[in-house]
């Protein structure tokens, strides 16, 4: 699992006008799963399923 940074580099994600999290394949925003027993937050795209971790 990439981080959000490296996809954001890489291209993998792009923002959007509203600063917004979205999939570079899918062009979807991009849901968030927080566990409160994590550090990391998870961002899963909804289309394809694609994961990347955001430290919080």
Do not use: H, Q
């Not at 917004?20 to 994590?38: A, S, Y």
Request: glycine share 4%; hydrophobic share 25%.
């Amino acid at each position: 699992m990439k981080s959000v940074r490296k996809a954001l580099r890489e291209g993998e994600l792009e923002k959007d006008t509203y600063d917004r999290l979205v999939c570079g394949d899918c062009e979807k925003p991009l849901k968030t799963e927080n566990d409160p027993n994590e550090i990391k937050t998870v961002r899963i795209c909804p289309d394809c399923a694609a994961e990347w971790k955001e430290i919080r």
